[in-house]
Each structure stands twice: as C-alpha cells, then as structure tokens.
C-alpha cells in the first residue's frame, strides 16, 4: 500500500511539472490501481502461504513449541514437588511436634576435627531425680540398661530437645508421670547430646515417647505432645 501511494505521489508531482499531456497516462493508472492492489496482495497471501506449508520451518516451530512446553511442565513439575514437601513439613509438625534438624556437613573439616574432644568432654555421669534420669551422652545409656535390668523395671524414654516448644510443653508432666509410676525407669534423652541413641531407635521428630522392656526391646510408641496418648500407653505398659 505504501509503495501504492509513493507512486501515486511522484506521479502526480510529474504531472505538476509538465503539464496535464499526460492526463490519458494519470487516467490509465487510476484504473489499473485497484488490479495493481489486488496483485500485491495475493502475492503477499501465497508467500505467506508459501512459508506455512514449508516443511522445514514447520519443524522448527514444532519444536520450538515442543521446548516451551516442557520447560512449563518441568516448571510445574517442580512447584507441585515444592507444594507437596512443604504441606508434608506442616502436617509432621503439627502431628509429631518439631522435626529434627539435619546437619549440614563441615567442608572444611574444623568442626568436624574438634568434634571428638566435644564429645569427650561431656560428662558421664547421669542426673537422676527419683526414677527420672536425665542422659548427656551416648555413653550413658548402658547404664539405664544395667540398672532396669537389675531391677526388672519397664522403661519410658522422652527423646526431647532444648529448642522443641512441644518438648518443653509436656516435660512438666513427664516429671509427673515418673512420680505416678514408680516401678518404672523413667530417662529423658536429649537428641542432640546423645544423637547415637536417638538414631539407634530411629528417632525422626520430636517428642517421641517410648516404652522398652528391662533388655531395651521397643513395646510401644506415641509420637508428639499428646498428653491423653502418653497417659493411656503409660497405664497399659507400666506399673505404678
């Protein structure tokens, strides 16, 4: 159309320059303007025409289509994986309290180095209120063992940690418990300071509450701050 009316123009300042002899000419191509529009633009139609049935470029945009759906389903893919991990996270904290946090290893080494003092370091003696004990390190727990043996006693384990809202919530009545039940060994064991003996029980949120027999054979279990849950498992398997 441009082109159209650029000629248009130039043919029109020709006949300003010249005079009007040329009128037959102007006539001639006012005429034929219409056919000459209509040429160009089934010209325009074929090529484009032309270039849709293109084998070649066919395949290129198939693909291109190809690559960008993908990508959003990959996209997709991944925030419904992120979804679903995060409503998981939720649900297991609010049923089982707070999770335990994994530790991300040192890649320099330094910590990992002085980790053995650390662990040398603690002490090994047990505090004992009663029949509530409370371990600071793994190598206490042979200990309990020795002693519900000894006595033929039932044991209650509270795997509990320090930054645990939940945790700390119900160790008022723990204590209580442990004085109810007095026939029966009563330890709380910090997953952090004894994370050997957490994982020996497969310890994966806390608290998590755990009956053993006097040989430390698992009888039964109750995950999370459920006070109601504890008391009952608490007067099926243990003698007060």
Same mark, same amino acid.
């Given at each position: 159309?441009?082109?159209?009316?650029?000629?248009?123009?130039?043919?029109?300042?020709?006949?300003?320059?010249?005079?009007?002899?040329?009128?037959?000419?102007?006539?001639?191509?006012?005429?034929? #303007?219409?056919?000459?529009?209509?040429?160009? $633009?089934?010209?325009?139609?074929?090529?484009?025409?032309?270039?849709?049935?293109?084998?070649?470029?066919? @395949?290129?945009?198939?693909?291109?289509?190809?690559?960008?759906?993908?990508?959003?389903?990959?996209?997709?893919?991944?925030?419904?994986? $992120?979804?679903? !991990? *995060?409503?998981?996270?939720? /649900?297991? =904290?609010?049923?089982?309290?707070?999770?335990?946090?994994?530790? @991300?290893?040192?890649?320099?080494?330094?910590?990992?180095?002085?980790?053995?003092?650390? +662990?040398?370091?603690?002490?090994?003696?047990?505090?004992?209120?009663?029949?509530?004990?409370?371990?600071? @390190?793994?190598?206490?727990?042979?200990?309990?063992?020795?002693?519900? /043996?000894?006595? @033929?006693?039932?044991?209650?384990?509270?795997?509990?940690? +320090?930054?645990?809202?939940?945790?700390? $919530?119900?160790?008022? #009545?723990?204590?209580?418990?442990? *004085?109810?039940?007095?026939? +029966?060994?009563?330890?709380?064991?910090?997953?952090? $300071?004894?994370? !050997?003996?957490?994982?020996?029980?497969?310890?994966?949120?806390?608290?998590?509450? #755990?009956?053993?027999?006097?040989?430390?054979?698992?009888?039964?279990?109750?995950?999370? =701050?459920?006070?109601?849950?504890? *008391?009952?498992?608490?007067? /099926?398997?243990?003698?007060?």
């Amino acid at each position: 159309m441009d082109v159209v009316d650029g000629l248009t123009e130039r043919l029109m300042g020709f006949l300003h320059k010249h005079g009007w002899h040329c009128v037959g000419l102007t006539i001639a191509w006012y005429m034929t #303007k219409d056919s000459v529009l209509a040429w160009m $633009a089934e010209r325009e139609r074929r090529g484009a025409l032309q270039r849709a049935n293109d084998p070649q470029r066919r @395949s290129v945009l198939e693909a291109e289509r190809q690559r960008v759906r993908e990508a959003q389903q990959a996209q997709a893919a991944r925030e419904a994986a $992120a979804t679903k !991990e *995060r409503l998981k996270r939720e /649900k297991d =904290a609010r049923i089982y309290g707070a999770p335990i946090p994994q530790k @991300s290893p040192d890649v320099s080494g330094g910590a990992q180095a002085s980790e053995p003092s650390r +662990t040398a370091a603690r002490p090994t003696r047990h505090r004992a209120l009663g029949n509530l004990m409370n371990l600071e @390190s793994d190598e206490q727990w042979p200990e309990v063992l020795a002693q519900a /043996k000894a006595r @033929s006693l039932s044991i209650v384990v509270d795997f509990t940690a +320090t930054w645990c809202g939940p945790c700390q $919530a119900i160790a008022p #009545k723990f204590a209580e418990f442990a *004085r109810t039940f007095t026939e +029966t060994l009563f330890v709380k064991v910090d997953v952090d $300071a004894c994370p !050997e003996t957490a994982g020996r029980f497969g310890i994966r949120a806390m608290p998590t509450f #755990k009956v053993l027999s006097s040989h430390g054979l698992e009888i039964a279990k109750v995950l999370g =701050a459920n006070e109601a849950e504890l *008391r009952a498992m608490l007067a /099926k398997h243990c003698a007060s």
